[in-house]
């Protein structure tokens, strides 16, 4: 069901004619609702460029077929079509999933397309005085008939998709032979958990596109076809990683570390196992695991919060984490140059899910910024504790892989602080809240190093994707944005290709509502 409420086209409409005086004056007018009525009994095609509408009227009238072409009109919340001549309508209203409104009283179906189940936002559906079958009629006169009747309809649609295309390999640039370089590809994948996919928030989709029976076998053919060396998965479920995830990468050469999000600590045994978290798998030909570290950001918020009410009562009450894996690369990966190198090549391998809501842009942001400062004392240790034979111990020494489901666009703060290395501590996301002075705690030079206005920190990232090569991440019909991530620290790595997007005009053929 939609989530703003729906007002109803005024039934007691009142139409005024712009006079020759004001047309001369050069008054605009603006009307989004019209109404034919005169026993018509055809409708011309002009009345299809007018996309505009929102509403349109053309009921008591003779009509015994509705064109395709009503389908031109994406705009339209009304529609009513009640005491005409119908006797059948076309697919295509389908499509038009704006309806929030269809009439069709007092007409002559007997039946009705299966694809008006799409019309996911529809909440009054007339059917009354039609011959339809009765199968049909006894679910629409349920207690929330038209809900029922749409859903039936919608899970019973006969689905014949075109192939979906493949997304094209973009190469960047081409490897450096004159050096030993280890070449490896790296995926980011937001799996959407079980308990999240529900018709509420997905009502265009079937409930049997929706159960997780089905969605795993994709999600798991997508995975293994795309074969990355590194996987960063977020929105796992407990049970299902060990059951589903590792089970069937372990059989691919994976090996992978979980953490649930912090709440699995809170709940009970049978409820713990449907606590999502992030999970990173990686290739053990390729890698061998070194430590492994979860970062719970509500841990982090409460030892950070220096009495600051907004860091205990916005931050803290997230349970979102970040987990990361601090990886060595074996030696036979490299190929190059006249050798591998000789000291221990690590890497650190990041993956996080940040807090969903758009009102919360200053709960993401400083997420984001304990998640990295609590990767640099993860590189200190490493450099100090490992034998790494390197005669700098500098933590940036150690390369990083930061993926992420952020929830936030190129032009948030967040992206602005992980890109530019630092952000005001005035950033209108910090919403004006208090939080100067634990956010200090965070920056690259500590407490007491010189801030100049800005929370800094210490990686030298660059996103693996130019700003405008992907428009979308997430699609769904209510937003399409980017809002995933590959980070990475461009002083050690560099990109040589990257996985292009889907054909935007595949989805707009195949009326991908999302």
């Known amino acids: 069901m939609p989530k703003e409420k729906y007002d109803p086209p005024d039934p007691r409409r009142c139409y005024t ?20 009525s005169g026993r018509v009994r055809s409708l011309s095609n002009s009345l299809w460029t007018l996309t505009h509408l929102t509403a349109l009227h053309i009921n008591d009238n003779n009509l015994t077929r509705l064109p395709p072409d009503i389908a031109n009109l994406p705009h339209l919340v009304y529609l009513n079509l009640s005491s005409n001549k119908l006797r059948s309508l076309p697919a295509e209203l389908g499509n038009m999933v704006s309806l929030r409104e269809l009439l069709l009283n007092n007409n002559l179906l007997r039946v009705l397309p299966y694809e008006l189940g799409r019309l996911f936002q529809l909440q009054t559906l007339g059917l009354k005085g039609n011959p339809l079958s009765q199968d049909i009629l006894n ?8 809900r029922k009747l749409l859903n039936y309809m919608l899970d019973n649609l006969a689905v014949h998709p075109e192939q979906l295309p493949q997304r094209p390999w973009i190469t960047v640039r081409e490897r450096d032979q004159t050096s030993p370089t280890a070449v490896f590809t790296v995926m980011c994948y937001n799996v959407l958990c079980d308990k999240y996919a529900t018709r ?53 050469g994976y090996d992978g570390y979980f953490c649930p999000k912090s709440r699995a600590k809170l709940v009970s045994e ?23 570290h979860t970062v719970e950001f509500n841990q982090v918020a409460m030892a950070n919060s220096e009495g600051s009410e907004v860091m205990l009562n916005r931050v803290m009450t997230k349970d979102n984490i970040g987990v990361a894996v601090l990886l060595e690369v074996n030696k036979d990966v490299f190929s190059g140059g006249v050798k591998p190198p000789q000291d221990r090549q690590l890497i650190l391998v990041a993956n996080a899910h940040m807090h969903w809501d758009p009102e919360f842009s200053d709960v993401k942001l400083i997420q984001t910024m304990m998640f990295l400062s609590e990767l640099k004392s993860i590189a200190e240790q490493a450099t100090c504790s490992m034998a790494t034979g390197s005669p700098s111990s500098d933590p940036s020494s150690i390369p990083i892989v930061l993926c992420a489901d952020l929830n936030s666009l190129p032009d948030s703060g967040v992206v602005e602080y992980l890109s530019n290395g630092g952000v005001a501590e005035n950033h209108k996301d910090f919403k ?13 030079n500590g407490k007491n190093g010189n801030s100049d206005g800005s929370i800094t920190h210490s990686f030298k990232l660059k996103s693996a994707y130019d700003s405008n090569l992907m428009p979308h991440t997430n699609y769904t019909y209510d937003f399409k944005g980017v809002i995933d ?21 595949w989805l707009v053929n195949n009326n991908i509502t999302g």
């Not at 020759?20 to 109404?35: I, P, Q, R, V």
């Not at 596109?209 to 996987?231: F, N, P, Q, V």
């Not at 004006?432 to 920056?443: D, G, K, Q, V």
């Not at 620290?489 to 990109?495: A, D, E, G, Y």
């Open 17 to 36: 004619i712009m006079s020759a005086e004001e047309a001369a004056n050069g008054k605009k007018s603006y009307w989004a609702e019209l109404e034919i």
């Open 139 to 146: 679910l629409y006169q349920e207690p929330d008939g038209t």
């Open 200 to 252: 509420q928030l997905y009502g265009y989709c079937p409930s049997w596109a929706l159960s997780w029976e089905y969605r795993k076998k994709g999600i798991m053919e997508e995975i293994t076809h795309c074969d990355a060396d590194i996987i960063s998965l977020q929105e796992v479920e407990t049970e299902q990683y060990y059951t589903l995830f590792l089970e069937t990468l372990k059989d691919h």
């Open 270 to 292: 049978p409820e713990r196992k449907h606590v999502d978290g992030c999970a990173v798998f990686f290739k053990t030909q390729k890698f061998t695991l070194v430590q492994k």
């Open 432 to 444: 004006e809240l208090r939080y100067s002075e634990c956010l200090t705690n965070f920056n690259c």
């Open 485 to 505: 991530y590959i980070f990475f620290s461009k002083t050690h790595l560099s990109v040589l290709g990257l996985m292009g997007p889907l054909d935007s005009q």
